[in-house]
């Protein structure tokens, strides 16, 4: 499995935008090897400021630094700032709008992975789609993480980015664009289903979908890499083509893709649906690979989800 | 009295030192007003902190009316000073200094927690012209200040931020992250007041938590530190003047306070951290403040 560093991605393109613009600043809460900064910290030694750990004070004082007018990046593990900064995200930086960018690492059990669950953050998502105002973003891969970094920082306001490991799957070959706040489609050998996916299971959505077409299933897979501002038009007319639709994430099935999607069903077209996902448990140490095997995010899983979705997508024909 | 000192920005800052008798008489007047204005609204809005904002009356005073280099006509120029309330609830007295100073009417304060008006419970800096930074959740100001003091550095700006804290409030962890970082970090452009009325809202502060001393601790942590009485306007310039003269580390002024100060039947009251004051109860707080102590 061809891999590319999402954190290397990240700083790489951070470095880039603050050659652009003076007002980009990082912000860490020693956390500066974990997102390595080295290049950064090289070259804007004066523009890293780094609180320790601690991240309710590195949230809080980003905001403060954006209040004068500077763009800072916070930058560490997705957990200590969805969940342990959580009422400064919210309170001090999306309630006043402020124009602070989150990175967080290790999302989701593979961007956890060996770590065990201390590291593994499968609720931000959920977390920050709660909070009003923030745009939430979980790229595909290296080369999406810097396109998201960009679009991000051509917005004016909080944003949230998932990053991952360091040992993150190449998704697309090449640098395509990045349009924030629209699906894409990966692939569409027809209409029988939507597979709405984001992040590192994109490519073992990928490889179900392909064993799904030799069974004579036609798939429509959709990236969501913006979770919000959500495409709810473009998710409703996927739904209206398909009347069916399964969601692959590496995240509770609780709180995103999953429930973002179920949302647009129950409001917009109600299809069928199920959501592939962690199951609402607490994983364990392991290899990333293995564990989505393990937790329910396999290929396989994948498809029992789009043969069970099709099964009742074909009895509510029949009743009605 | 009306607006206070509007549109004058002090470029070469308040000497402090050289205060005369009359100036100092009339912050001493100012802080009385502020404290009319707060017992009012509270009043006629039904709701709100009145003991919590009548100990930092006289703080407020001395850096809204004499200390600050702020343009109450260009709330958002960017080498102003700041000052975050970061005990937010106390929002009362920052609201009656800024529409003294002139940053919105002196109509605006009787709408306090009401619905649609620019004064919430506690400070929003999006609605209220003059709020430097929304604050409410406490612990939070000194982080937020060592960011405006980082951003002050960084683009070459000589401003100042203060905040004010409470002393219960120092029971929260992130304060001590942000003591921390600004040691590291030498901020000398930010001072820190810490509003000791030695009451917090489930009691006396010895009673609930083992924070004191609290100067100590902050000494421990680097900081440049003062204790002063937070109702001396004098003590409160001079102190101001000191942290000031500290240019390489951060400033903490303790400043002991009484809560409820000015109205005696609040005064060391905890049960006016929060209530109105009934007509009868507005008009002997209104009585009390008469005249100028």
Not at chain 1, 78 to 103: D, S
Not at chain 1, 138 to 166: F, L
Not at chain 2, 104 to 125: A, N
Not at chain 2, 212 to 224: L, M, R, T, V
Request: glycine share 10%; aromatic share 8%.
């Amino acid at each position: 499995m061809k891999q590319q560093s999402t954190r290397v991605a990240f700083i790489e393109k951070l470095t880039e935008l603050a050659d652009e613009n003076p007002n980009v600043v990082l912000v860490c809460s020693d956390s500066t090897k974990v997102v390595k900064a080295d290049q950064f910290i090289e070259k804007y030694p004066e523009r890293v400021f780094d609180m320790g750990i601690s991240e309710q004070s590195a949230v809080a004082c980003a905001a403060g630094l954006a209040s004068c007018g500077l763009m800072p990046f916070v930058a560490t593990y997705a957990g200590f700032i969805t969940m342990r900064a959580c009422e400064q995200v919210r309170t001090f930086v999306a309630y006043p709008g402020l124009n602070v960018k989150f990175v967080g690492a290790n999302g989701g059990i593979a961007g956890g992975e060996r770590e065990g669950v201390t590291h593994q953050f499968f609720e931000d998502l959920g977390i920050m789609r709660t909070i009003p105002g923030i745009t939430v973003v979980v790229p595909a891969d290296a080369s999406q993480v810097s396109m998201a970094v960009r679009a991000v920082s051509e917005i004016n306001g909080p944003a949230y980015i998932r990053i991952g490991s360091g040992r993150d799957p190449v998704v697309f070959e090449d640098y395509i664009p990045f349009e924030l706040g629209k699906i894409r489609i990966l692939k569409e050998a027809g209409t029988d289903v939507a597979v709405f996916t984001n992040g590192y299971p994109i490519n073992r959505t990928i490889e179900a979908c392909n064993i799904l077409e030799k069974k004579g299933i036609k798939p429509i897979i959709v990236e969501v890499h913006t979770l919000k501002p959500l495409d709810i038009e473009g998710i409703a007319a996927i739904l209206e083509k398909t009347g069916a639709a399964v969601t692959v994430e590496d995240h509770n099935i609780i709180g995103g893709l999953g429930s973002a999607i179920a949302e647009v069903i129950a409001e917009h077209k109600p299809v069928p649906l199920v959501r592939v996902g962690l199951r609402d448990v607490f994983p364990e140490s392991g290899e990333a690979e293995m564990l989505l095997d393990e937790y329910g995010i396999g290929v396989s899983d994948i498809v029992n989800a789009v043969e069970t979705v099709l099964r009742k997508k074909e009895r509510e024909r029949w009743n009605k | 009295m009306n607006k206070v000192n509007v549109n004058k920005v002090d470029v070469d800052r308040a000497d402090v030192k050289e205060i005369s008798p009359n100036e100092l008489n009339e912050l001493k007047e100012i802080a009385n007003t502020l404290r009319k204005d707060i017992i009012t609204m509270i009043y006629q809005a039904g709701d709100g902190h009145p003991a919590p904002s009548l100990s930092v009356t006289d703080i407020l005073a001395a850096l809204y009316f004499r200390v600050m280099n702020i343009d109450p006509l260009n709330p958002d120029w960017p080498e102003r000073d700041r000052l975050i309330l970061s005990k937010g609830h106390a929002c009362p007295a920052m609201y009656a200094a800024l529409a003294r100073k002139g940053y919105f009417p002196l109509s605006e304060l009787p709408k306090l927690r009401t619905l649609h008006s620019i004064l919430q419970g506690h400070p929003d800096m999006k609605k209220t012209p003059g709020v430097d930074f929304t604050t409410g959740s406490l612990g939070n100001g000194i982080s937020i200040g060592l960011g405006m003091a980082l951003a002050g550095k960084l683009k070459g700006y000589n401003y100042y931020t203060y905040v004010i804290t409470g002393d219960g409030e120092l029971e929260e962890g992130i304060i001590w992250e942000a003591l921390m970082a600004a040691k590291r970090y030498e901020t000398g452009n930010l001072i820190v007041f810490v509003d000791n009325n030695g009451m917090q809202s489930g009691g006396k502060v010895e009673d609930v938590s083992g924070l004191y001393p609290i100067i100590p601790k902050w000494e421990a942590f680097g900081w440049h530190c003062q204790s002063i009485d937070g109702h001396d306007i004098e003590q409160i310039l001079h102190a101001v003047e000191c942290a000031r003269a500290e240019k390489d580390r951060p400033s903490v002024i303790v400043a002991k306070t009484v809560k409820g100060k000015g109205i005696p039947f609040m005064e060391n009251n905890n049960s006016w951290h929060k209530g109105a004051p009934t007509r009868e109860q507005w008009e002997e707080a209104m009585a009390a403040l008469g005249g100028v102590k």
